[in-house]
Structures are given as structure tokens and as C-alpha cells.
């Protein structure tokens, strides 16, 4: 018995996630288009969402769900195997495939002025092929924290070719009125001067790639110390985070005494130098780890804290979620671009399942959840079916 035709629409009245898909270019030939691009794209990003971590998980959930699928999708040659995704994403663009969801981003309106993007780079480790001297497929990513959203991603050959990635992905960002973070590899005066330029400010962390700089706020901040804070014009905030018998104290100190910088003027914009103190005892253990940044930001320490915690948050939640939740580590994807355009639909899946919030449940239980309930995938792709 044939399906009956549904129709799916958004739940606002924006256009749903996949019209904005509609735009982007099929990169096969004609004579080769058994299965329709529009089919291939939904499939693969309800499957990752529900649960499925390679292509042939993706073919396996299709199956499954054929009968849900024909009533909204035209499957003209049935389900598509694995092999067709896989040559599929692997011809696909992968900056014009990220740029629909960017679309559909920019569609729903929550970047705005004040948010806080934290840039930064992943190795997905087993997409290396020693046998044709490829090495690991290395992502730096955008991450707007607090709403968590992927904001995009840039492909790089390991991690010291970051100081090239991120003026490239920053150039693919709208961020005007935004906060960028960036980790001590990203502290570079060009990028520091980009992020001015397109209208933003910048909070960077500072390491020992910058001898002298490092140095001198670290023998500034070491002397400020010694008085308590009260010797320097000093803005100063502390978090308690108290768990599992860990307590943890963290003293932000912020202040835009800087005349004394040498290089001051080589920073764009550079309005104050922070320090964190971060101090936690656990059991009979006690530890002690001083953190150094330059920001474009003026000195409230409170606000620079807020900054920078979530900027931790693109480790803790991103990364962590995308290892241990969607196995990316895991990933054996090397053909031609199927693993960049994975890890972009990975990227999507999470912004999709952390913008549900009707039910509380980890990760794990949503895709679980998803994929057992249609109406909930449903739910987490923003549409209903009339």
C-alpha cells in the first residue's frame, strides 16, 4: 500500500532547516542522480540526530523508518545505500554545505549583538591514512556557548596551520557586536586586528608563544598579588564551585593600568590584561594554575570572568559531546570530503537537540529518544506534519 503524501512546515513561520538546503549545488552528474539530493541531506541529518554515527548506520536507521520516510520524502530508487552518502558528501562542498545551515542560523535571529563565540580547534584522531600520508582531519570551530549553536568550521592540516584557519572561518562569521575567544594560538596581532575591523572585541588567551608579553603581565599580576589587589587600580570578581568533596576558587582580576606595556600599541584596541587564579582542593590535594589574557574589553572582571568561562564551555560541551556522545574520534572517514561534511552534520545535530529543551534529558537520551519517537524528531528539527 502506497504512503500517504504529508506535508512538513515549520513550527514559526520561518522556513523550515531544509528549504535552506534548497540552494545548495549538486555536484553530481545527471545520469547519476538516482536518488534526489533533497532525500539524501534529510535522511543523513534525522539519522545523526537519531542515534546513527557513520554512513551505514544512517542507511540502517533509513530502512527502519522507510515507510515514516515515504510519506514526506520522494524516494523515487527506495533508500539510498551507504555508499551513496558516502560519495555524495564526499563530492559536496563543504563550505557551501555548512552555509545553508549558517542560513537557517542567521534565519531564526539568535546571534546578536553581545554574544559570546569561542573559537577553537579538533582533531578527529583515527581520520588519519598512513598508507597515503594523509594525516588527521584537524576542524577549528566557531561555538556560541550560551546558545549553543555551531556557528561554523574551517578545515586545517594539523594544529600550527590554526593561525591561518581562523581568520578564514572569522571571515565566514557574521560577528559585529560580538565577544570572540580564542585559545593562546589564536593570540596573534593580525587576528586581534581583524576582530576590531569587522566591529567585535577580542579576549585572548596569553602563553608563553609570547615571550616578553607573557612575562611582563605575569611579573605584573605577580606583584599585584603580593598586595592583595590593593595596590593597582584592579577590578577583581571570585566564583566557589563546591562538588563531590572538589572545591574550587577562581579569582578573575582585570585592570587597564597598561601604560607601562611595551607592547601596548602593537594590539589593536587593547584595553585591558586579566589574570585567573584558579584554586581547588580536593581530599589532601591542593592545586594552584594562574591563566593570563589581553582583551579589547574594558576591565570588569565579572564580565571578562563570564567570557572566558565560556569559552572552557567549547571543550567541555562541544568537544566532549562530539566524542563521547557522537564517537567523532571514533571517525574512519577519509574520502575526499565526507569527513568534514560529517562533522558538520555532527555539529548541526547538536545545535538542533541542545535548542529542544521541552524535556530534560542527557544527549545520549534524546538521540535515543529521537529515534524511537518520530514525533519527537520532529520536535528537535523544528516542524510538524499536516
Request: net charge positive; aromatic share 8%.
Amino acid at each position: 500500500m502506497e504512503a500517504v503524501k504529508v506535508t512538513v512546515v515549520p513550527c514559526n513561520n520561518k522556513k523550515t532547516l531544509f528549504e535552506h538546503f534548497f540552494e545548495l549545488e549538486d555536484p553530481r552528474i545527471e545520469r547519476n542522480m538516482k536518488h534526489n539530493m533533497m532525500d539524501i541531506i534529510t535522511i543523513a541529518i534525522c539519522a545523526v540526530i537519531a542515534n546513527a554515527n557513520d554512513w551505514n548506520e544512517i542507511e540502517t536507521w533509513a530502512f527502519c523508518k522507510k515507510d515514516w520516510l515515504k510519506t514526506f520524502l520522494d524516494l523515487p530508487n527506495d533508500i539510498p545505500s551507504h555508499d551513496t552518502f558516502n560519495r555524495f558528501f564526499s563530492a559536496v562542498d563543504p563550505q557551501r554545505f555548512l552555509q545553508c545551515f549558517k542560513s537557517w542560523i542567521h534565519a531564526i535571529g539568535l546571534v546578536v549583538e553581545g554574544t559570546i563565540i569561542s573559537i577553537d580547534g579538533k582533531k578527529i584522531r583515527r581520520s588519519h591514512d598512513d598508507r597515503f600520508g594523509k594525516s588527521a582531519l584537524h576542524l577549528v570551530s566557531a561555538w556560541a556557548s550560551d546558545l549553543h549553536l555551531s556557528l561554523g568550521q574551517v578545515k586545517t592540516t594539523d594544529k600550527s596551520n590554526e593561525i591561518t584557519a581562523i581568520p578564514e572561518l572569522l571571515n565566514l562569521l557574521s560577528i559585529k557586536g560580538c565577544i570572540i575567544t580564542i585559545d593562546a594560538m589564536g593570540c596573534q596581532k593580525d587576528i586581534a586586528a581583524q576582530i576590531i575591523d569587522r566591529k567585535a572585541d577580542y579576549v585572548l588567551a596569553l602563553k608563553g608563544n609570547h615571550g616578553n608579553l607573557h612575562d611582563d603581565v605575569r611579573t605584573y599580576f605577580d606583584e599585584v598579588e603580593k598586595s592583595n589587589f590593593k595596590n593597582r587600580k584592579c577590578n577583581v570578581f571570585q566564583t566557589l564551585e563546591k562538588d563531590h568533596g572538589r572545591i574550587e576558587k577562581r579569582t578573575f582580576v582585570a585592570t587597564s593600568d597598561i601604560k607601562w606595556l611595551d607592547e601596548k600599541n602593537d594590539w589593536k584596541n587593547l584595553k585591558s590584561i586579566v589574570m585567573v587564579v584558579s584554586e581547588r582542593k580536593e581530599k589532601d590535594k591542593r592545586s594552584v594554575e594562574r591563566r593570563y589574557y589581553i582583551t579589547s574589553v574594558a576591565p570588569n572582571a565579572e564580565k571578562i570572568g563570564r567570557y572566558i568561562r565560556s569559552h572552557w564551555s567549547i571543550e567541555n560541551t562541544l568537544h566532549w559531546q562530539l566524542d563521547v556522545n557522537f564517537k567523532e574520534d571514533q571517525s574512519r572517514m577519509r574520502t575526499k570530503n565526507s569527513g568534514e561534511n560529517f562533522a558538520a552534520i555532527r555539529r548541526m545535530a547538536i545545535t538542533l537537540l541542545k535548542q529542544e529543551t521541552t524535556k530534560k534529558l542527557s544527549m545520549k537520551c534524546k538521540r535515543l529518544l529521537a529515534g524511537w519517537d518520530n514525533g519527537y524528531l520532529l520536535k528537535i528539527l523544528g516542524v510538524k506534519i499536516i
